[in-house]
């Protein structure tokens, strides 16, 4: 899965444990109350390695939460979905708005393909110091860079670079902020 290369979601038993997994954990995650040690618990069995200082407020969704890294001082806020058959990797001190969305699975191009169980994951990876406003999704395999705003209801189908402002669907520079 984490190779970029296709595999069956459906028939390898490892991924399709880790799904139901992290179904049961995001169940748990959305049914307590955030900043409670109950809270912290299940934060960090569902994303293995995410700092003290780092938070998602509930309700979250994830396919396998073990493909997030987060850095310190993360916080994504209400109702983001985080599609980590590739990794995600938030930087130090990122802010994502609600509503965001993560996507690392690509279905295949050729439609008879589409049809079977089978897709490929490429990462995401959001630099430091960057802030997302409410409802932007990210598409498979984009980097976006650090000190970057994107701005709400933004699409982002290619990379940004460092220090940029961008927007719209699909998300372009709309100007450098350094």
């Not at 569902?46 to 396919?63: K, R, T």
Request: charged share 25%; aromatic share 6%; glycine share 10%.
């Amino acid at each position: 899965m984490r190779n970029e290369r296709a595999y069956n979601y459906e028939e390898e038993a490892e991924i399709s444990e880790s799904l139901r997994r992290a179904k049961r954990l995001c169940g748990q995650l959305n049914q307590t109350l955030s900043g409670t040690a109950e809270y912290r618990a299940v934060l960090r069995e569902l994303i293995p390695g995410v700092p003290d200082d780092s938070e998602i407020m509930p309700p979250f969704f994830c396919d396998h939460g073990h493909g997030i890294r987060m850095g310190h001082n993360v916080f994504l806020n209400h109702n983001c979905v985080a599609l980590d058959g590739g990794y995600i990797t938030f930087g130090d001190n990122v802010k994502v708005g609600p509503a965001c969305q993560f996507y690392t699975p690509q279905h295949p191009k050729d439609y008879v393909e589409r049809r079977g169980p089978v897709e490929t994951a490429h990462p995401i990876d959001i630099g430091e110091d960057t802030w997302l406003g409410g409802g932007v999704i990210v598409c498979p395999g984009v980097s976006i860079g650090k000190r970057c705003i994107v701005a709400a209801g933004s699409v982002v189908v290619r990379d940004i670079p460092d220090d940029c402002l961008a927007a719209g669907n699909p998300a372009e520079v709309k100007k450098r902020l350094r």
